[in-house]
């Protein structure tokens, strides 16, 4: 492994803790201002879990540009908006429940889905990235990447090679001519 993904690896341990924190933190808000049942316990525990659920899907399925991506994107908002209403609500009161002020109670949501929300955000893009620009790492990864090649008359003389793990059009080099 070298140093480029041992890096990346150690950044997403990171974010992946920070953001379990958050979610540990809104679940647990959540929890304790529900209704003292089991079920309404469940009901108020289930939307940060959805949300850390929906951001992991998010995160590891490959993106396009089509509608169905565009769905997914709009269903995550949703899912978010969600978890944040229920979670700001919940975590206020348990702020006030405590003795906190009004603007406290207020504040203290905003930093735990402001946390949930940068590191979700940074799991996709850590994601992502590293999905997009890993190194060849195996003969399957090199045979399925010369099979995709376009032959030079279709790429203006050139061998081009679209990588197995994304659409990134990358030249082999050298450059092979007629």
Same mark, same amino acid.
């Given at each position: 492994?070298?140093?480029?993904? $041992?890096? *990346?690896?150690?950044?997403? !341990? %990171?974010?992946?803790?920070?953001?379990?924190?958050?979610?540990?933190?809104?679940?647990?808000?959540? +929890?304790?201002?529900?209704?003292?049942?089991?079920?309404? !316990?469940?009901?108020? &525990? @289930? #939307?940060?879990?959805?949300? *850390?659920?929906?951001?992991?899907?998010?995160? %590891?399925?490959? !993106?396009?540009?089509? @509608?169905?991506?565009? =769905?997914?994107?709009?269903?995550?908002?949703?899912?978010?908006?969600?978890?944040?209403?229920?979670? /700001?609500? $919940?975590?206020?009161? +348990?702020?006030?429940? /405590? &003795?906190?002020?009004?603007?406290?109670?207020?504040? *203290? #949501?905003?930093?735990?889905?402001?946390?949930?929300?940068?590191?979700?955000?940074?799991?996709?893009?850590?994601?992502? $990235?590293?999905?997009?620009?890993?190194?060849?790492?195996?003969?399957?990864? =090199?045979?399925?990447?010369?099979?995709?090649?376009?032959?030079?008359?279709?790429?203006?003389? !050139? +061998?081009?090679?679209?990588?197995?793990?994304?659409?990134?059009?990358? #030249?082999?080099?050298?450059?092979?001519?007629?």
């Amino acid at each position: 492994m070298n140093s480029t993904n $041992h890096n *990346f690896d150690s950044v997403r !341990r %990171r974010v992946q803790l920070a953001l379990a924190v958050a979610l540990l933190v809104s679940v647990a808000s959540n +929890v304790a201002a529900a209704e003292p049942t089991v079920g309404g !316990r469940l009901v108020a &525990g @289930w #939307p940060p879990v959805a949300l *850390f659920l929906t951001v992991d899907v998010v995160g %590891r399925v490959p !993106r396009s540009n089509d @509608w169905l991506s565009h =769905v997914a994107s709009t269903a995550t908002g949703i899912v978010a908006l969600v978890a944040a209403v229920a979670s /700001f609500s $919940h975590m206020r009161h +348990v702020a006030l429940m /405590f &003795g906190e002020s009004g603007l406290v109670a207020v504040l *203290f #949501p905003l930093t735990v889905d402001g946390l949930a929300v940068v590191c979700s955000i940074g799991l996709v893009k850590l994601t992502r $990235h590293t999905t997009t620009n890993k190194p060849v790492s195996s003969v399957s990864d =090199v045979s399925s990447s010369v099979s995709s090649a376009q032959p030079p008359a279709a790429s203006g003389g !050139r +061998v081009v090679v679209r990588s197995p793990q994304s659409s990134t059009v990358r #030249p082999l080099t050298p450059v092979l001519t007629k």
